[in-house]
T-cell receptor, first 113, second 112 residues
């Protein structure tokens, strides 16, 4: 079945540091891939997505590239801010799974001044 | 843009009472809504898929008599936690099937 594996957190970085959160997936065919962000006490917000191999999703300085060969969708940001502190979820929507999303366990990011 | 709302955003209740959570699509029609449950510092667990005009489809291990789902219209799906107990305390989030970004803001349920 479909599944998503994320690096475990928490991740603590200083402001302006480079961020990478690893995400790998298992699925048949070409799923769509997503990154969501959840700020404390809030629901999920879609951060970026990619729907086919080699696509790069980007938003608010975050980027992730859909790598079919490594089944990965790692999230990166060149310079994090304190306001980026949140929990980040990688997710996929399988080819034959209708509208259902499979989520990773989430990675907590804390950015310190 | 399209918005999914939830009500209430936070509810505290006594053990044994029932709590209803509403999920509304504000400017579009949602034939399908997904209900998720999130424990502290954990991922989202899909509980059930709610289809307008028909019975909900529950994930394995989710008690359908405990978590009643009704999707009576194209803009409203409700989740009722019946005879709530402290272990039902959690963050409940709905999502519209129409777009991956249409999550509700969540409802935090605390059962005393």
């Amino acid at each position: 079945g479909n599944s998503v594996t994320q690096m475990e957190g928490p991740v603590t970085l200083s402001e302006e540091a480079f961020l990478t959160i690893n995400c790998t997936y298992t699925a048949t065919g070409y799923p769509s891939l997503f990154w969501y962000v959840q700020y404390p006490g809030e629901g999920l917000q879609l951060l970026l997505k990619a729907t086919k191999a080699d696509d790069k999703g980007s938003n608010k300085g975050f980027e992730a590239t859909y790598r079919k060969e490594t089944t990965s969708f790692h999230l990166e940001k060149g310079s994090v801010q304190v306001s980026d502190s949140a929990v980040y979820f990688c997710a996929l929507k399988g080819v034959n799974s209708g509208y259902a999303l499979n989520f990773g366990k989430g990675t907590s990011l804390l950015v310190t001044p | 843009g399209a918005v999914v709302s939830q009500h209430p955003s936070w509810v505290i209740c006594k053990s044994g009472t029932s709590v209803k959570i509403e999920c509304r699509s504000l400017d579009f029609q949602a034939t399908t809504m997904f209900w998720y449950r999130q424990f502290p510092k954990q991922s989202l667990m899909l509980m059930a898929t709610s289809n307008e005009g028909s019975k909900a489809t529950y994930e394995q291990g989710v008690e359908k008599d405990k978590f009643l789902i009704n999707h009576a219209s194209l803009t409203l799906s409700t989740l009722t936690v019946t005879s709530a107990h402290p272990e039902d305390s959690s963050f409940y989030i709905c999502r519209s099937s129409d777009n991956e970004q249409f999550f509700g803001p969540g409802t935090r349920l605390t059962v005393l």
